[in-house]
C-alpha cells in the first residue's frame, strides 16, 4: 500500500541553524501538507500546498518558513534560523483529492533545537 | 477562529465500550475524520463521515453526526488493549481537536 515518507525521522539542531524536512509524498497525489505537533500537544496546521504554490498558510507559518517541490516526488519544509520552541513533531500529509479525499500522514519527523 | 474541540482523556476497561466526543464551529465542514495516533506513530485515518449522514458504521467504529449541534462522536465496540492511542477528530478545514487519549485496561 502507498505511504507518505519523512526523512530524517530525527533531526537535533543548534538554535539558529536552518533544518529542511524531507517528505515524499503518496505518487499520484495533488495536495500536500505540514502539520506541527508539540509534545503533548494538539495537532496544528501549518501549510498547504497545491499546484506548486502555496495555498493556504496558518498563522504560525511565518517568514521563518518555506516549503518547496524541488521534483516530482520531494516535498521540503525549510526552518530558517530554528528557535527553541521550534522543537515538536512535523508532519506531512498528502490527499489526493480536495473534497472528500482523505489525507495520509507520514511518520513524522522529531526536530529537537538545543 | 474556527476551532475544533475534545476531551483530554477517556479510560475504559477491555471488552466495554469507548464512546469519543467531538464538537467543531465550521458549520461548512463537508467531511469530519477520525484519526487515530499510536506512541511515536503519525495520524493514521480511521473513518470519515459527510456532513449530510448522521451515522456511519464501519466494523467496531459507529460514527454519529448530530449536524445541528455541531457535535461528532466515535464509538468504538468491544474495546480493545490495541486501541490504547490517541484519537484525533478533524474537519476539511485542516482543523485537529486536541486529541483524546484513550486508555484500555485488561
Known amino acids: 500500500e502507498p505511504e507518505v515518507t519523512q526523512t530524517p525521522s530525527h533531526q537535533v539542531t543548534q538554535m539558529g541553524q536552518e533544518v529542511i524536512l524531507r517528505c515524499v509524498p503518496i505518487s499520484n497525489h495533488l495536495y500536500f501538507y505540514w502539520y506541527r505537533q508539540i509534545l503533548g500537544q494538539k495537532v496544528e496546521f501549518l501549510v498547504s500546498?497545491?499546484?506548486?504554490?502555496?495555498?493556504?498558510k496558518s498563522e504560525i507559518f511565518d517568514d521563518q518558513f518555506s516549503v518547496e517541490r524541488p521534483d516530482g516526488s520531494n516535498f521540503t519544509l525549510k526552518i530558517r534560523s530554528t528557535k527553541l520552541e521550534d522543537s515538536a513533531m512535523y508532519f506531512c500529509?498528502?490527499?489526493?483529492?480536495?473534497?472528500?479525499?482523505?489525507?495520509?500522514f507520514g511518520p513524522g519527523t522529531r526536530l529537537t533545537v538545543t | 477562529g474556527e476551532d475544533v474541540e475534545q476531551s483530554l482523556f477517556l479510560s475504559v476497561r477491555e471488552g466495554d465500550s469507548s464512546v469519543i466526543n467531538c464538537t467543531y464551529t465550521d458549520s461548512s465542514s463537508t467531511y469530519l475524520y477520525w484519526y487515530k495516533q499510536e506512541p511515536g506513530a503519525g495520524l493514521q485515518l480511521l473513518t470519515y463521515i459527510f456532513s449530510n449522514m448522521d451515522m456511519k458504521q464501519d466494523q467496531r467504529l459507529t460514527v454519529l453526526l448530530n449536524k445541528k449541534d455541531k457535535h461528532l462522536s466515535l464509538r468504538i465496540a468491544d474495546t480493545q488493549t490495541g486501541d490504547s492511542a490517541i484519537y484525533f477528530c478533524s474537519n476539511n478545514d485542516m482543523r485537529f481537536g486536541a486529541g483524546t487519549r484513550l486508555t484500555v485496561k485488561p
Open positions: 500546498f497545491y499546484n506548486n504554490e502555496i495555498s493556504e
Open positions: 500529509a498528502s490527499r489526493a483529492i480536495l473534497a472528500g479525499g482523505s489525507q495520509y
